[in-house]
């Protein structure tokens, strides 16, 4: 493949050749859809495939030769999560348990992304209900790192994180309760925004509703922002989504780290792992920043232990989710899933609670650090990415230890964080840091983000 194959463009490039009439979205779709017959067989991406993406591709050429595209992603393609409505398909939520019908109506993200124009290529894989990071599920097996196929490409959004990394595409849909966007983007060399709580509307709610956002997981800091602009739009179906009027996240997003003050972070209510590789990474990103101008100095948020609200929130969410299940068809379920769910079932509503309480006071410690430092610098993931067919061990634990201790704070505090990839390790496998901002400051994590992206270029996975 060379750099002129449109599957390897972003969808800025793609666009501006649209708009000159150098490359048709038809021409795309097929360079694109080669890539996923030659590779998808073992990536295991996708959950289902839409057979009307020719035909959409066809009609936005139509619109392009006329000078009238629809939008701002017109024939450019995307694909959405399988835990999201896409009308015409079921939602199976990578489980064997759920519904085979199709859904009869559109996410609201989704929506976005068709209104703009975007081709949708389908559906790609989740860990079952988006429940760990791990990249398998009952229903469609294991989906595997186009880095390396004996590597995970992280969940719960693992088949996003595999289309981006194979170039099944510019753009991708992922969910994120704890991580579920941003460990998938660091594991394979994505750019994973968690917008701020409330920013891209989401219905129907699922199981993590109270902490969980739907975001952009793309190749470059800019096609994050001009997703994130087509996802960002009020939806009266969602009762907490923000009012917002119609913006273009790009813009400002230039703008440099010259004289902002960053923390970085290595306690977030207790201290995460980090492996020697991990650590390096960090300090590289920090030198980055630095030499760009920003004033970068280590820094305690202080928050309360992030280990024990999570576990609440991840555990009530779950027992919730099983106990909607027939008893005849929760044999069919992940069996960690299962277990874990019935260890919190007992919970009760004072505990709740007080989880919730302690998820308002770390949002207001988050808050209070936010007065001092314009952005937080720390990991995205304690490791590179593990084993894809490592088994599932004592979940509760390998949530704060293997899976997302760096993450899961920022859903609690409901601020916008932003995986981004700045380096390789000595096996050749991405590595990412992570920025957060004070909630609704989703243009300063973009722009801090678009810094590094271009201190730090990476190349694209070759999978083979």
């Given at each position: 493949?060379?750099?002129?194959?449109?599957?390897?463009?972003?969808?800025?490039?793609?666009?501006?050749?649209?708009?000159?009439?150098?490359?048709?979205?038809?021409?795309?779709?097929?360079?694109?859809?080669?890539?996923?017959?030659?590779?998808?067989?073992?990536?295991?991406?996708?959950?289902?495939?839409?057979?009307?993406?020719l035909q959409a591709a066809g009609e936005s050429e139509a619109r392009w030769m006329a000078g009238r595209p629809m939008g701002l992603l017109d024939g450019v393609p995307a694909t959405v999560?399988?835990?999201?409505?896409?009308?015409?398909?079921?939602?199976?939520?990578?489980?064997?348990?759920?519904?085979?019908?199709?859904?009869?109506?559109?996410?609201?993200?989704?929506?976005?992304?068709?209104?703009?124009?975007?081709?949708?290529?389908?559906?790609?894989?989740?860990?079952?209900?988006?429940?760990?990071?791990?990249?398998?599920?009952?229903?469609?097996?294991?989906?595997?790192?186009?880095?390396?196929?004996?590597?995970?490409?992280?969940?719960?959004?693992?088949?996003?994180?595999?289309?981006?990394?194979?170039?099944?595409?510019?753009?991708?849909?992922?969910?994120?309760?704890?991580?579920?966007?941003?460990?998938?983007?660091?594991?394979?060399?994505?750019?994973?925004?968690?917008?701020?709580?409330?920013?891209?509307?989401?219905?129907?709610?699922?199981?993590?509703?109270?902490?969980?956002?739907?975001?952009?997981?793309t190749r470059t800091v800019r096609d994050a922002a001009l997703m994130l602009s087509t996802m960002a739009r009020y939806d009266l179906r969602d009762p907490r989504c923000l009012p917002d009027?119609?913006?273009?996240?790009?813009?400002?997003?230039?703008?440099?780290?010259?004289?902002?003050?960053?923390?970085?972070?290595?306690?977030?209510?207790?201290?995460?792992?980090?492996?020697?590789?991990?650590?390096?990474?960090?300090?590289?990103?920090?030198?980055?920043?630095?030499?760009?101008?920003?004033?970068?100095?280590?820094?305690?948020?202080?928050?309360?232990?992030?280990?024990?609200?999570?576990?609440?929130?991840?555990?009530?969410?779950?027992?919730?989710?099983?106990?909607?299940?027939?008893?005849?068809?929760?044999?069919?379920?992940?069996?960690?899933?299962?277990?874990?769910?019935?260890?919190?079932?007992?919970?009760?509503?004072?505990?709740?609670?007080?989880?919730?309480?302690?998820?308002?006071?770390?949002?207001?410690?988050?808050?209070?650090?936010?007065?001092?430092?314009?952005?937080?610098?720390?990991?995205?993931?304690?490791?590179?990415?593990?084993?894809?067919?490592?088994?599932?061990?004592?979940?509760?634990?390998?949530?704060?230890?293997?899976?997302?201790?760096?993450?899961?704070?920022?859903?609690?505090?409901?601020?916008?964080?932003?995986?981004?990839?700045?380096?390789l390790d000595e096996h050749g496998m991405p590595r990412a840091v992570q920025l957060a901002a004070a909630l609704y400051r989703d243009d300063l994590v973009l722009r801090g983000a678009r810094?590094?992206?271009?201190?730090?270029?990476?190349?694209?996975?070759?999978?083979?």
């Open positions: 493949m060379t750099e002129t194959d449109p599957a390897l463009m972003s969808a800025e490039t793609l666009l501006a050749l649209y708009a000159r009439r150098a490359l048709s979205p038809v021409e795309v779709l097929k360079a694109v859809m080669e890539r996923v017959a030659r590779y998808n067989p073992w990536v295991n991406a996708f959950a289902a495939m839409n057979p009307r993406a999560k399988d835990l999201l409505n896409l009308t015409g398909f079921p939602t199976r939520r990578g489980s064997k348990a759920t519904d085979t019908a199709p859904a009869t109506e559109d996410a609201p993200s989704v929506l976005g992304l068709k209104a703009a124009g975007a081709v949708i290529l389908g559906k790609t894989t989740t860990t079952e209900f988006g429940w760990k990071s791990p990249g398998d599920c009952p229903l469609h097996g294991i989906t595997r790192n186009p880095w390396n196929r004996e590597r995970t490409p992280g969940g719960s959004s693992s088949g996003a994180g595999a289309a981006g990394a194979a170039c099944f595409g510019p753009l991708h849909i992922g969910t994120d309760a704890g991580g579920s966007i941003r460990i998938p983007a660091a594991f394979s060399g994505l750019v994973g925004l968690k917008p701020s709580f409330g920013r891209v509307p989401q219905w129907p709610l699922g199981a993590f509703s109270n902490v969980a956002c739907t975001g952009p997981m009027e119609p913006r273009d996240w790009r813009a400002g997003i230039e703008g440099g780290v010259a004289g902002l003050r960053i923390g970085l972070v290595r306690r977030l209510g207790f201290a995460p792992p980090l492996d020697a590789d991990g650590e390096a990474v960090l300090q590289a990103a920090a030198r980055m920043l630095e030499e760009q101008g920003a004033q970068v100095e280590e820094a305690d948020p202080a928050l309360p232990d992030t280990r024990a609200i999570f576990s609440r929130v991840w555990g009530v969410g779950l027992a919730r989710l099983v106990a909607t299940i027939p008893e005849d068809r929760r044999g069919l379920l992940d069996a960690g899933l299962v277990d874990l769910a019935g260890r919190e079932a007992g919970m009760n509503a004072v505990d709740f609670l007080g989880a919730e309480a302690l998820r308002i006071e770390a949002a207001h410690a988050a808050a209070r650090f936010h007065q001092r430092f314009d952005l937080m610098l720390c990991p995205a993931t304690p490791t590179a990415a593990f084993a894809a067919d490592q088994p599932t061990i004592r979940p509760a634990e390998a949530l704060w230890r293997d899976w997302a201790p760096w993450t899961f704070a920022f859903n609690l505090t409901r601020q916008p964080a932003i995986a981004v990839p700045v380096g810094a590094l992206e271009q201190a730090a270029t990476i190349p694209l996975a070759q999978p083979g």
